[in-house]
C-alpha cells in the first residue's frame, strides 16, 4: 500500500498527483465508459455523421475509440475529433 502525499510509485501528472496504486486497483473500469455506452456513442454517431465531434476529458481514451470508430466508419475525409483535457501538456493534429 502507497502512503503518504509523495510515497514512492506516485506519478505526477500536469500538477496532479495520480497514485500508481490507483491504476493497479482497476480504476480503468470505475472512470471508462462502459462497452454498451460505447456502442450507443458509436452507433449514435454512425447515425447522425458528423464532420466535428469535441469530446472534453480523455481520461483512458475508451470514449474517444468508439467515436473514431464512428468517425472512420463514416467517411474519414473530412471527420475531425477534437479533446480537450487539462492532464494532457500537448496538443497534436492527427
Do not use: C, W
Not at 454498451?36 to 456513442?41: A, E, F, G, K
Amino acid at each position: 500500500m502507497i502512503e503518504g502525499d509523495n510515497a514512492p510509485g506516485d506519478l505526477q501528472l500536469a500538477g496532479f498527483g495520480v497514485r500508481s496504486q490507483d491504476f493497479l486497483d482497476h480504476s480503468f473500469a470505475r472512470v471508462s465508459v462502459p462497452v454498451s455506452d460505447s456502442d450507443v456513442l458509436r452507433d449514435l454517431l454512425l447515425a447522425e455523421k458528423p464532420g466535428t465531434v469535441i469530446e472534453i476529458g480523455l481520461a483512458y481514451g475508451s470514449s474517444a475509440l468508439a467515436i473514431a470508430e464512428a468517425l472512420v466508419a463514416a467517411g474519414p475525409d473530412q471527420a475531425r475529433h477534437v479533446i480537450i483535457d487539462a492532464l494532457h501538456a500537448h496538443g497534436q493534429v492527427a
